[in-house]
């Protein structure tokens, strides 16, 4: 037998560098699914021990990314993408930079309470912008914890078969929820530790404690859902047919081949209204006609028969509300439409006095539930603790001042915006920026009456979703969505006369 000599092969034995980058680019999306998929089961993860093991995992996936990506040697981000989001990307680390400043011992500039606090100890004590650093560093932490999980989504979701399994994988998250808090509401769930199901008499919440806040996250997976759904039946109405098959062919497609995301549907439906939550139920169907809108708006212009398509999908919202809907209509019935109650009413009044006092510079980011204590001088239930202001738009301009809450708030909009930009630039294959604009329209909308956003669980569901949305909706390579772009005119190059 002929001696083989193992230097002439080097590779021999070892894996192609493309190779073991792809695999270790499947490796970190599972595990960011399975910290998606993780994160709501423990209260929606908004207690300190659960926040700061998230928190800790998402930096564990974010220093992954960082090794793959040395190794590989580049990014996957495109230039238009990178140039899109800049500003985004910018004022989200000027938010960080400031928060730090906040925190950090300046001895000057500090907020005035840290000089009483002196005073009354007998002891020099640094001055600081927040009223409570551990506060500060714990939401601090959390806000790189969502910018983590977008930033992976987003790298990992600009391969096209990656984004559609991202889109799957929320739908099987958020509908598993939905299901496991359907279980708990009508069967007797006190088997069930109520560290991972919380129940209510009236109202569904599953792993959360505020009904608000599920049912922000009920909404963004029937959004994640509804987007497959039009998806499904929409190439329907291309079919030369009569428009009585190609209804037959809508109910075969939903009853049999796509039922498991119409079941997700339904349940994320029924799990909605069982929130009996008016602002989230209002944001979600606002957000819910967005998406159909945006999704469908070249295809209704094709023919009579696609204006029908956002139809399809009031039958299983009203088949959900039919079933389900009876507390929340019994909630309207009794309490009315508005939003604001007497309580409500009274921290937005308060919230606006306290901003007025630090409008530059804030009381410290997470702060909100030691700095709104000191201007209830005039509430009669002083015994209630107010821990969020229930807008956190509000909230945020307490905590971070103006300048700081603008840019929180603009650079969330900006990602919008770029998905904004892809519903317009795309002739097929909406759904992605459809679905980012829809969700922050469901986040957006209902934060001006709830603190939904604020809540770990939630927040990282958008952000995952978020990545998916943005990194699909840029006007990126040929191969990733080929002719789903509207390619720009090019002028040949004149080399000579012709």
Known sequence: MPETDARSSPSQGRMPAPRIVARAEMWLFSALVLLVAAAPLPLGSNRPLSSGVVAFVAGVLLLSWVAITTF????????????????????????????????????????????????????????????????????????????????????????????????????????????????????????????????????????????????????????????????????????????????????????????????AFVTASLALFLTTSRGGIAASLVALAALAFLQTRSAAKRGAAYRYIPLLILLPVGIALVLGGGNFLERVDRQGLSIENNLRSSIFVTTIEAIKTAPLVGTGYGTYSDAIEAYRGGDPDIFTLWQKAHNTYLENALELGLPGAAALTLSVLGLALICFGGVQRRRRSRAYPALGVAATILVGVHALVDFSLQIPAVAIFYAFIMGVAVAQSVRGRPENDGAAYTSRPTRKKSTGPE
Request: glycine share 6%; proline share 4%; aromatic share 12%.
């Open 72 to 263: 590989r040697g580049s990014l996957h981000t495109d230039r238009d993408l990178t140039r899109q989001l800049k500003w985004p990307i910018g004022l989200f680390l000027i938010v960080i930079v400031w928060i730090v400043i906040q925190w950090a011992p300046l001895g000057f500039s500090g907020h005035p309470l840290w000089q009483t606090a002196a005073d009354a100890l007998g002891e020099d004590l640094p001055a600081r912008i927040t009223l409570n650093p551990e506060a500060s560093l714990a939401a601090l932490s959390n806000l790189l914890c969502y910018g983590a999980v977008f930033w992976i989504s987003l790298q990992l979701a600009v391969d096209p078969a990656r984004a559609r399994l991202a889109r799957y994988a929320a739908i099987a998250i958020g509908g598993a929820y939905c299901l496991y808090g359907l279980v708990g509401f009508f069967i007797d769930g006190a088997w069930i530790s109520t560290y991972f199901l919380t129940r209510r008499a009236d109202s569904l919440t599953s792993t959360f404690v505020n009904r608000n806040s599920f049912a922000t996250f009920a909404g963004l997976a029937l959004l994640c859902s509804a987007s497959v759904f039009l998806d499904r039946v929409q190439h329907i109405f291309t079919i030369s047919r009569p428009f009585g098959q190609k209804i037959v062919l809508v109910i075969e497609m939903v009853t049999l081949h796509a039922r498991w995301v119409s079941a």
